[in-house]
């Protein structure tokens, strides 16, 4: 079984910067392909951004292109979301996901099979 408990999130002003991170259990962590998704209240749970595990491509929602870097250390086993220019708009409760499959569709929640309980990040404006 595959675990993964994020951390890492807090409150901070529009246009500062805060890094969540996720560790993640498993021996072959450098396999899997990672993502993270946001929730808001009342809303669908929406992709942020992803990393495969077999070419290291990374993609991103093009709310947060340009401000959130997503990296991963494989001798950590741990995923990062650097978030910068925070807006108000990108409150919300921060997952991050992974899967050992081979990854169709980055930005959909089914494509992943284990996902963390989550880090509240708000935005204050």
């Known amino acids: 079984q595959v675990q993964l408990v994020e951390s890492g999130g807090g409150l901070v002003q529009a246009g500062g910067s805060l890094s969540v991170s996720c560790a993640v259990s498993?021996?072959?962590?450098?396999?899997?392909?990672l993502g993270w998704f946001r929730q808001v209240p009342g809303k669908e749970r929406e992709f942020v951004a992803a990393?495969?595990?077999?070419?290291?491509?990374?993609y991103y929602a093009d709310s947060v292109k340009g401000r959130f870097t997503m990296s991963r250390d494989n001798t950590r086993n741990t995923v990062y979301l650097q978030m910068s220019i925070l807006k108000p708009e990108d409150t919300a409760v921060y997952y991050c996901?992974?899967?050992?499959?081979?990854?169709?569709?980055?930005?959909?929640?089914?494509?992943?099979?284990?996902w963390g309980q989550g880090t509240q990040v708000t935005v204050s404006s």
């Open positions: 996901a992974a899967t050992d499959k081979y990854l169709r569709e980055y930005d959909r929640r089914n494509s992943y099979d284990y």
């Open positions: 498993g021996r072959t962590f450098w396999r899997y392909s």
């Open positions: 990393a495969r595990g077999d070419f290291g491509t990374t």
